[in-house]
Structure formats: structure tokens, C-alpha cells
């Protein structure tokens, strides 16, 4: 079941107080208008009786999928809980549940991810029966093959599953200061299927480049950049 709670929130905009009632998780299965929410930017958004302003509270939400077997965990980050902190805490708190969890109980998939967009655009790589893994595979090698245009540390790339025909994957660059969309970048769809034939044999390799439960060519870009 999805669950809510009561927060005191301020406006953005004029600053008044008020108590708002969201969602810090949401259930696919047995809340379909929550999800059709979250995917369309309306959970957890809040109207200010004073001047009028909308905006959006991001907050953890955990998505669960029972059908998909999948948990994903949206931790927004803030200065107060950057990146680093977060999946330093996220994995500890994985390793405990493993520890008390019985070895024969098959555990759904965990995943972590850091913005609504990036949540959004999970949902659907899974429902279409995208390899998420080999995704990011694939976002590694345009952003490694295209860093002139492509800078990991000004973009991400989504792969936008409704544009994408069966001749090719279509990937849209989004400026991480300004949230905008802009440029498109298209991969041949039967490179990509190579790819999932590759996985197929050799899938430690990429579970290795892409451990999880945050799986991200262009965190593991960001992350090699700081190492080197």
C-alpha cells in the first residue's frame, strides 16, 4: 500500500506556512492513479491558499512495482545529505536487510536513484523490458564517444522510451542546473541488441561496471573524474 504523511511546508514564493498531506511511497499495483501522478510531475505537489503559487515537494519516495519485482528509492539530493552520503548510508542499510532476510526469500530488485526525472524514466525502462544495465552501458559509450557536446558535468541523457522506434533508441540531453530538454541523440537499436546478447554471456561484467542499487553511466563518470 502507498503510504502519506502530514508535513508543515513553506511557500517558496510568499513564504506562508501550512500543513500539506504526501506521499512518501507509492504502490503502482494498488494506487495506479498515484503512479499516473508521479509520471505526469502532479504527486506531491502543493497550492499555496495565499498567493496563489504550485510547486512540488521532493522528498524520499519509495516506488514499488510487485508486478516488475522492483523497489526503487528516489533520495533527492541536498547539501545536507549529498551523493557521497547517501548511497554510503543507501548500501549499509541494503546490507542489513540481506542480513536478516531468510537466503531462500527471493528479494525484489532495489534501485536508488536521485531525481524525479531519473525515476521517471526508470518506470518506463522497465515496463518496456529495457536491460538497465546495458542503457547505461550505452549512455557510457556516447557520453565517452561525444564529451565536447555530451559533458557529463552539465548533462544527463534519458532515454526516451515513447520516441524510440524499433530502428533506434532516442536519448534526450537534460541540462542538470536548468532541468531543461534540448538536444537528441539517437543509438542504432540493433547495437543495442548486440549489447543484451552480450549480457547475456558475460553478465558479471557489466554488473561489476554497474554494481547498484544506483546504476548510472554518468555518475560512474562524475565518480572516475574525482578519483583521477
Known sequence: MSRS????IRCPSCGLQQEVE???????????HLKDALMHNGLNRV?????????????????????????IHWMPETEEMPRERILEEFDGALDQ????????????????????????ELIYLIEAGFNQRVVEYVKYSIFTRNLDKVDPA??????????????????VMQDVLSQELGGILRYGRSAYSSMCDLYEEQPDEFTEMFPGPCIS?????LDDEVEG
Open 217 to 221: 553511466a554518468r555518475n560512474l563518470l
Open 97 to 120: 536487510i540481506n542480513d536478516m532476510m531468510p537466503a531462500d526469500v527471493d528479494l525484489p530488485r532495489v534501485r536508488l536513484v536521485f531525481t524525479r526525472v531519473e525515476l521517471v
Open 154 to 171: 552539465k548533462y544527463r541523457l534519458l532515454l526516451n522510451v515513447e520516441d524510440s522506434t524499433d530502428e533506434e533508441l532516442c536519448f
Open 5 to 8: 504523511a502530514t508535513y508543515t
Open 47 to 71: 497550492d499555496c491558499p495565499d498567493c496563489g503559487a504550485t510547486f512540488r515537494v521532493d522528498m524520499p519516495l519509495l516506488y514499488s512495482d510487485p508486478g516488475h519485482n522492483v523497489l
Open 22 to 32: 504526501l506521499y512518501e511511497s507509492v504502490n503502482a499495483t494498488s494506487d495506479p
